[in-house]
């Protein structure tokens, strides 16, 4: 007959009795914490990406600066200060100025009378099979463009409003962004040292994660800002050298529609080939038609593969979806919220396929990745 085991110890009972209220403990000041923080987790989520990316620089400045972290860490912030402000300020007083010529040059031709003058006179002049189709048709241009203006008028309220409601809020996100990122560069290897002993990710686990989410954040970064930028810059020079209204204006709406995916840059310069034609340019439609094709759009071609070199190889339509539900689902500030949390979840699932179900690495397939999210 077998002896009965032996009662455990009485230390260990004790653990096992506090474990249950510890636990409890624990969850409280967790979701204490939580909701004391709640309101910073989205500035922090984008400081620490970009601490993330500037983390091999601040250490290079840090030992050419004889170890002096902080000082590294104040001088990669004032830089990023500069690199924030600078070009939003000039842009913000840029795009003022284009925005009031615009309407100040549109404002006499959306008079309800001239928009019918140039619909019911001008374009059947140009156009004699637009005549035929009105007078087939029976549409009351009236009732239409007075409608039309209303609404127009009422959205350009609402996004002006929207703007100046916004400042405050975007103004302190800001501070605090610069405050955690000086932080982050300063402490972020002490901060990441002290989470690992509680990580439930190996270290070359953790490795894997943070180096596959810096190169996602580099490859958004390029893909959907430095690209569309250069896009939308070259197009301004174009529509100022072709004499098309408010150049700036246009460049913005082009470097806007280089970041939706497979049709990109040509929803923004095509609408201002048509302007061009409606106005009787014909020539300078065609050329500026030619240059958005081979110029304007073939950017994309040659910049690109530069500016994504050595980043994460992302299908287009999940990089857009990322910062597209990052954005509804938290602000301007998911614009890099959402691929961060593309890039966990992606580095997630290489982690259970390597480490618990034992397969091998995938093979990388042969389709683009976020290089090719719009042309």
């Excluded at 860490?73 to 690199?83: D, E």
């Excluded at 005549?131 to 009351?140: F, N, T």
Aim: charged share 10%.
């Amino acid at each position: 007959m077998s002896a009965a085991p032996a009662p455990p110890p009485a230390s260990e009972r004790r653990r096992r009795d506090l474990l249950p209220p510890l636990a409890g403990a624990l969850g409280v000041i967790l979701l204490l914490a939580f909701l004391v923080f709640k309101p910073f987790l989205l500035v922090f989520t984008v400081s620490a990406s970009v601490a993330l990316l500037l983390a091999p620089v601040q250490r290079r400045l840090s030992r050419v600066l004889g170890g002096r972290s902080s000082l590294a860490a104040a001088l990669l912030v004032v830089v990023a200060t500069a690199a924030i402000l600078l070009p939003v300020l000039s842009s913000i007083a840029i795009l003022a100025a284009q925005a009031a010529n615009f309407f100040a040059w549109v404002k006499p031709r959306l008079q309800p009378g001239e928009i019918e003058r140039i619909w019911v006179e001008i374009l059947p002049a140009r156009f004699p099979w637009l005549q035929q189709w009105l007078k087939a048709s029976g549409i009351q241009l009236g009732p239409l463009i007075s409608s039309g203006l209303t609404q127009v008028a009422g959205g350009i309220n609402a996004i002006l409003q929207g703007l100046l409601a916004g400042f405050t809020s975007a103004l302190v996100q800001l501070v605090l962004f610069l405050l955690m990122l000086f932080f982050l560069l300063r402490d972020g290897g002490r901060l990441r040292g002290a989470m690992r002993s509680i990580s439930p990710f190996s270290e070359a686990q953790e490795t894997q994660i943070f180096d596959h989410l810096g190169k996602t954040v580099k490859g958004v970064l390029g893909a959907m800002v430095v690209v569309p930028l250069v896009q939308g810059f070259v197009a301004s020079l174009g529509f100022w050298a072709l004499g098309v209204p408010s150049p700036v204006l246009w460049g913005v709406a082009v470097t806007l529609a280089a970041m939706v995916p497979i049709v990109g840059s040509p929803l923004g310069w095509v609408p201002a080939c048509v302007y061009t034609l409606l106005t009787g340019r014909t020539a300078a439609a065609a050329v500026l038609f030619v240059f958005g094709v081979a110029v304007i759009s073939g950017i994309d071609n040659v910049v690109k593969p530069l500016v994504l070199k050595g980043t994460a190889q992302i299908h287009p339509l999940l990089g857009f979806l990322s910062i597209l539900g990052g954005i509804l689902a938290f602000g301007g500030l998911g614009f890099l919220v959402g691929p961060v949390i593309l890039s966990l979840v992606l580095s997630a699932m290489r982690i259970y396929r390597l480490d618990v179900l034992r397969l091998g690495p995938e093979r990388p397939a042969p389709a683009p990745g976020l290089a090719a999210s719009g042309p």
